[in-house]
């Protein structure tokens, strides 16, 4: 099936040439950063975490955002998204690739990668990250290859796939929750310190990746000969609708417990977040836009004639998925290390380099996501012609 | 099948370029490196095991060492002679051989291999020049 | 001859694979009835203690000048070096204000010598310590033998998860080559490379040789270290006779620094 991945237009060509240029940059500010360490980025011993974990704890959610149309075909014999199942499994595996690739380029020692297996550690949960989202790459490898075969081939698909189908769809809630972990087990960080976080993670996630998969059934029709289909649109568009009211009550849940209980370790990230904290607000106009945007998105979505239109569908889906990335991307992984535990403030923004090869491994991901949607369009022409 | 010309010439080609190391080298194999000794090696006879022993498993020697010092605290290595040494890369092994580039990197150059102890420990044979 | 080297290359090649030598080595002595085989053991002078523990009397320090030598007796020893950017500083003990390093323990009118007199923070040695919870490769570890939390840097693949676990700040990220920003290299001990995580290590090169960590001989007595577990310790004394403190005693981490305050 990868033969039509060679098939394309000029456009087609000139947008994968475009993508390997900027993966051909990343890769060089790359070997920058093994050669001088992870010094040229913006991160510090305050912020020891910056923008690339904030991207792989984002994309995890993409991943994991996939479920949301696996689960309705699957399990409530939706037989509508039977049409874009394939194209929710291609999403979630370019979103595992650019996870890892993340993990891997925020290493201080990526040569020592495998010690993580070679000294097995339960009792990490990134020992248990590394496992799920693994696991969940090959499941969707599995699945999605499998299934687009026999639809290519006219059969159904083998019978033995449909548990590990079934075992997909806890498993993306898993992938998500177990990143949320990383986080919410923490002592002394209170803004990660509780219990929703997982759930947050994944409100945002079923938002910002149905989201992300209304865009590209948009492009997708644009550019190909295949409907990714009226109806199947406006499903994922309720999907969103519902996911992103969640994840904007649950962000209030969180506002309301640490600013009535007024315990300083909890709101003083908060504060520093939408409001700066001695002075100190790099990131107030950000979050601001991210609520604002997350709020036109929630009005856009939740009025039917406002959802109906595909145009107006179109920016609600971009104003959803740069709020909830700003909101993840930005604030999530920065609000917990500011302040630091001992009360002192240190900001963070990334660096030029930092941010090339984080634009290098996007580039990356939409490159494996065109050779697969590629592959997966090609597939669907085929049988219909 | 016409293309079995192709074939050959390809498979030709490709094993031309992938044996390319060794045609290029032939015959002109670098002749192995004799270490040197400093005088306080020469007179200890023998290092903290048989020559042979060192010469071949050094570095799983060294490997057991830091392990054991690191994470057991047991630092003293008592040998077959009954003899006990600090188990310490900078302050026992480069203590005798002060001469680094002469001992080490020799062997390690020629087997082409470019172990990252020095990247922590201190070369101490600077000093002892 | 030969067999004995043989069964030397056999339990190297056992231990190799990450398992301690002492038990390997014992087992072949004793299977073979004679004792000459290579020992691996603790030094006869090294200190011992079921967890170390740390009392830091602060009511002995004044202004921040009085810890200037006990962090640099530290610094110098360890090979910890000092760079510009503040983003890529490293330190295994530093001064903080009251404020600081007792966040949650601030009062709004705090006693004016409190208020302004110095604390040193370190690694709490914790008994139980998130960071090692967190590594993903036990490359951050709490030694069984005396409980003081340790870094195997050769093992460090550099994610920082101890960093974000531990709530006292006492991690710091090589971001760079360490070796430029040291001034002076102590020869008898390594320094660090890019892209692992350091931090305090009580010194546990200097308690293997029988002696106490660099920080209790540059203090003037202000210091003491000692046994937690041993009733006639003379830190044990210390917290029987004085009131003391420890960071964030509320998360649970049980840290073994002790502040008489």
């Known amino acids: 099936m990868l033969e039509f991945a060679f098939k394309g237009s000029k456009k087609y060509y000139g947008w994968m040439t475009g993508l390997l240029v900027l993966i051909g940059i990343g890769f060089l500010v790359y070997l920058k950063q093994l050669d001088v360490g992870l010094g040229i980025t913006g991160m510090s011993r305050d912020v020891s975490w910056g923008f690339y974990i904030a991207n792989f704890t984002f994309l995890v959610g993409v991943a994991a955002g996939g479920v949301m149309v696996v689960l309705p075909y699957y399990l409530h014999d939706y037989k509508a998204f039977g049409r874009i199942t394939i194209l929710g499994e291609f999403l979630a595996i370019a979103s595992v690739v650019m996870c890892v690739t993340f993990i891997l380029v925020d290493l201080g020692q990526p040569m020592r990668v495998f010690n993580v297996f070679i000294y097995m550690s339960p009792n990490s949960v990134l020992f248990w990250d590394t496992v799920v989202l693994q696991g969940y790459l090959l499941l969707n490898l599995i699945i999605g290859w499998n299934v687009l075969e026999a639809e290519r081939n006219g059969v159904h698909y083998q019978p033995w796939l449909k548990p590990l189908i079934y075992l997909s769809i806890p498993w993306a809630v898993s992938i998500h929750t177990v990143t949320a972990y990383l986080y919410c087990g923490l002592p002394g960080r209170g803004f990660w310190m509780t219990a929703i976080l997982a759930p947050r993670f994944l409100a945002s996630a079923f938002a910002a990746g149905p989201a992300l998969l209304i865009l590209l059934c948009m492009i997708v029709r644009k550019t190909t000969h295949f409907d990714p289909g009226k109806e199947q649109i406006q499903s994922l568009a309720k999907i969103v609708a519902y996911a992103i009211c969640v994840n904007v009550f649950f962000l209030l849940c969180e506002v309301f417990v640490a600013f009535y209980s007024k315990i300083p370790e909890h709101t003083d990230h908060l504060k520093y977040l939408y409001a700066g904290l001695h002075g100190h607000n790099l990131l107030v106009p950000w979050m601001w836009a991210s609520l604002i945007l997350m709020a036109i998105g929630i009005v856009l979505l939740v009025n039917p004639v406002t959802r109906k239109n595909e145009s107006v569908l179109t920016v609600a889906c971009i104003v959803i998925f740069i709020g909830t990335y700003i909101d993840k991307g930005l604030g999530m992984i920065s609000g917990g290390f500011v302040p630091n535990p001992l009360h002192h403030i240190n900001e963070y923004w990334p660096t030029l380099p930092e941010a090339m090869i984080t634009l290098g491994i996007w580039a990356l991901g939409f490159l494996i996501l065109t050779v697969l949607f590629k592959m997966a369009i090609g597939v669907k022409e085929e049988v219909r012609a | ?129 | 001859m030969e067999r004995t080297r043989r069964n030397i290359l056999k339990l190297f090649g056992i231990t190799a694979l990450g398992v301690s030598a002492k038990p390997v080595l014992n087992a072949f002595a004793k299977e073979q009835g004679h004792p000459a085989e290579p020992q691996i053991r603790k030094g006869e002078k090294a200190l011992k203690a079921k967890q170390w523990a740390m009392v830091i009397d602060t009511r002995q320090f004044h202004s921040a000048h009085d810890l200037d030598p006990i962090i640099e007796a530290c610094h110098h020893a360890h090979n910890v070096p000092a760079f510009e950017n503040k983003n890529h500083e490293i330190k295994w003990i530093w001064d903080e204000k009251y404020h600081h390093a007792f966040p949650n323990k601030t009062t709004k009118f705090l006693n004016e010598s409190v208020e302004h007199r110095p604390f040193l923070v370190l690694c709490n040695h914790c008994e139980n310590p998130p960071c090692c919870r967190a590594c993903p490769t036990k490359a951050t570890f709490k030694r069984e033998s005396d409980g003081i939390v340790l870094m195997d840097f050769h093992r460090c693949i550099g994610c920082r998860f101890c960093m974000a676990a531990c709530p006292y700040g006492s991690r710091s990220f090589n971001f760079r080559d360490p070796r430029p920003g040291i001034a002076e290299q102590n020869d008898q001990f390594p320094t660090r490379m890019k892209g692992v995580v350091e931090k305090c290590n009580f010194c546990a090169e200097r308690l293997a040789v029988g002696e106490l960590p660099y920080c209790v001989k540059a203090s003037n007595g202000a210091i003491k270290v000692g046994d937690l577990y041993d009733p006639d310790s003379e830190v044990r004394q210390l917290l029987k006779e004085n009131y003391t403190i420890r960071r964030k005693q509320a998360l649970g981490t049980e840290p073994s620094v002790y502040y008489i305050v």
């Open chain 2, 1 to 129: 099948m016409n293309d079995k010309k192709w074939i050959i010439a390809g498979i030709v080609v490709f094993l031309a370029i992938f044996a390319f190391p060794f045609w290029y080298n032939m015959g002109k194999a670098a002749p192995a490196p004799e270490v040197k000794l400093t005088e306080k090696a020469k007179a200890a006879k023998q290092c903290v095991m048989p020559t042979e022993y060192m010469r071949a498993e050094h570095m799983q020697l060294l490997d057991v060492w830091r392990h054991n010092v690191v994470r057991n605290a047991e630092r003293e290595f008592v040998n077959t002679e009954g003899k006990t040494f600090n188990m310490s890369l900078s302050n026992t092994c480069m203590d005798c051989h002060a001469n680094k580039a002469d001992f080490c990197d020799k062997c390690h150059d020629y087997a082409s291999v470019d172990p990252y102890c020095w990247d922590c420990h201190l070369d101490r044979s600077k000093e002892n020049e």
